[in-house]
Every structure is written in C-alpha cells, then in structure tokens.
C-alpha cells in the first residue's frame, strides 16, 4: 500500500517563529489533507488538498502531486498550534492512510 | 465542531467484556470511516462504509464489526476486549469518495 512519510517528527519553536512541516507519499493520490490534532485530542481538518496552494491565516499548503509530497507553513507560531500535525492521502475510492505525524511545541 | 457526533465520548470496561461505539456522519455524507489510535499504531483505518454498503476493510479484527444503518449512522463493535484495544477510536464521514472527510470528537476506550 502506499506510504505516507513525515518529517521531521519532532518540532519545538519559540512563539512567533516559522516552520515546515513536510509529508512525502509514494504512489499518486486523489485525496490529501492535513489535520491538527489538539492536547484533548481532536482531530480538525486544515487543508484539503490534493493539488495546489492553498492559504487560510497564518497557515498555508502547497501539494506537487507530481513529485509527491506536500508541506505545511506555519507563521508567527502561537502557543495554541501546538499539538501533532497529521498529512493523510487517498488514492481511488479508498480510505485516508495517515503519516505517523509532526508534534509542534511552541513556548512563548 | 465537525458536524460528526461520536458517542460516549469515554468508556471504561474489563477484559472479555462487548462495547458498541455509535457515529452519527454529517448530514448529507454518505460514507463513513472508522479509525483507532493507539500510542504505538499511530491512526490506522479500520472499515469504510458506503450508503450502507461495506467499501473497504483495513486492519480490523476478527472481534471487531461494524455496520451502517439505513439512516446512515454507523455501529462499530468490539467483542472480547483486550488489554491492548484501550484507544481512541475515531469515525469520519465523507459525502463521497476521495472529498474531504471530518472527523468526530472520538471515543476514548479504556480496557482494565
């Protein structure tokens, strides 16, 4: 099945800061989103986007479906973004196999 | 609030023992998708139904089942529960195939 790869794991940001969150997949999608999972652990939809660039805030997504990855932007990081980032990709017809995640802390 | 209702939203329970999870999918979508996080699974999907039908089965066990009903809310059962089904067990819905899908608030299995 197709593998969703995301990086880094790990990130720890100072309020105000930048970030990049990357997700690498294997085959070709019809289906990606990125999710923010909170500390109380829902799972809130950011961007639905197989293709493209999108923007909503201070949040944006650009996916190349053709190189296959997408990436996440964050800017002037608030506390309140932290929590784990979720990159999840469909192909025909079937269910979204989600990354393993990106755990953003941000400290003010 | 996604618009997809999961009750309870927590559970405890002994080993051995049955528990149904209950998703109502947002109105008007027509598949519904059920998913368990676990500390070292990460989300893995478990059962897709569409409008009623099953559509796609991933790492679900035998202990496990689910169904849709004819008003599209959907039942996931887990019979002889385990140490290790303690997690958070999710449903999303879609309207179709490969639009976006929402996902509920979960509901937070517990198995001593």
């Known amino acids: 099945g197709i593998q969703v790869e995301q990086s880094p794991p790990d990130l720890i940001l100072q309020e105000g800061a930048n970030s990049t969150l990357r997700c690498n997949f294997s085959d070709s999608v019809n289906n990606l989103q990125w999710f923010h999972q909170n500390p109380w652990g829902q799972l809130i939809n950011l961007f639905y986007?197989?293709?493209g660039t999108k923007q909503n805030g201070r949040l944006s997504a650009t996916t190349v479906a053709t190189e296959r990855y997408s990436l996440l932007y964050i800017s002037s990081s608030q506390t309140t973004d932290s929590g784990v980032y979720f990159c999840?990709?469909?192909?025909?017809?079937?269910?979204?196999?989600f990354g393993k995640g990106t755990t953003l802390s941000v400290s003010s | 609030d996604s618009g997809v209702t999961q009750t309870p939203k927590h559970l405890i329970t002994a080993t051995g023992q049955r528990v149904t999870l209950r998703c109502s999918p947002r109105s008007g979508d027509l598949s519904v998708y059920w998913y368990q996080q676990s500390l070292d699974q990460g989300l893995q999907f478990l059962i897709q139904y569409y409008n009623g039908e099953e559509r796609a089965k991933g790492n679900i066990l035998e202990r496990f089942s689910a169904q849709q009903f004819p008003d599209l809310h959907s039942e996931l059962n887990l019979s002889s529960l385990e140490l290790g089904d303690s997690a958070l067990y999710f449903c999303a819905s879609s309207a179709g195939y490969n639009t976006e899908a929402f996902f509920g608030q979960g509901t937070r299995l517990t198995v001593v």
């Open positions: 999840a990709v469909g192909q025909a017809g079937t269910a979204l196999i």
């Open positions: 986007i197989p293709s």
